[in-house]
């Protein structure tokens, strides 16, 4: 029995700059957003039908889980667990912005984001809590079938890296582009990873 899960991250966003931190800040697709996540869910339309689509509650995931789920006649389910990570006093911010505030802290976040958090935001520690949790409970859910989950860079990253037993201190080492596409493959209890940012 294999459950397949299309993992997605959401789409280009106004005022998009992939060196900025929106964390918890609720910013909405950018035209260009919205194309991409039509090739998205045109390509997983294309590959196989879906049971049911999850989603993070920031409307940047969850309009485009609803444009993945359109071709199937879903409703997206909105799973709070799935937000990015809050990057507390960062959010917002650029990393050059960061690093000229706050050059000590931020190296450290970048060299090991396991052991350092972003200033008074969560740690990846909470963060792969709360996600693994939920991502856990959706594939035991809809085990044997086909799904979508819709999150953002961070909660992607700590999936990945469960998947492949990459230790999180590397999770910066996986890309995830604006409106990436990752295929993830669970035989029973072993997990593979078919496709990495497509």
């Not at 912005?97 to 958090?117: C, G, K, M, T, V």
């Not at 582009?177 to 209890?189: C, K, M, Q, R, Y």
Request: contains cysteine; aromatic residues 6%; proline residues 6%.
């Amino acid at each position: 029995m294999t459950t397949r899960v299309f993992l997605v991250r959401h789409g280009e966003t106004q005022d998009a700059d992939p060196r900025r931190y929106k964390g918890h800040i609720d910013v909405p697709l950018s035209e260009r957003g919205i194309e991409r996540m039509r090739h998205v869910a045109e390509r997983i339309r294309s590959n196989s039908p879906l049971t049911a689509v999850y989603c993070s509650d920031l409307s940047r995931a969850l309009r485009s889980a609803e444009i993945v789920a359109e071709p199937h006649s879903l409703s997206p389910v909105v799973e709070p667990a799935l937000r990015e990570r809050s990057f507390g006093i960062w959010e917002g911010m650029s990393f050059d912005e960061i690093r000229d505030q706050y050059p000590a802290e931020f190296d450290a976040w970048a060299r090991n984001p396991l052991q350092h958090s972003p200033m008074e935001g969560e740690s990846t520690a909470a963060v792969r809590k709360r996600c693994l949790r939920a991502y856990r409970q959706v594939t035991q859910r809809h085990a044997g079938k086909t799904i979508a989950v819709v999150a953002h860079g961070s909660v992607n990253r700590i999936i990945l890296c469960h998947t492949l037993g990459v230790p999180l201190s590397n999770m910066f080492r996986i890309e995830q582009d604006f409106g990436a596409l990752n295929v993830i493959e669970i035989h029973t209890s072993y997990p593979r990873v078919r496709l990495l940012n497509g």
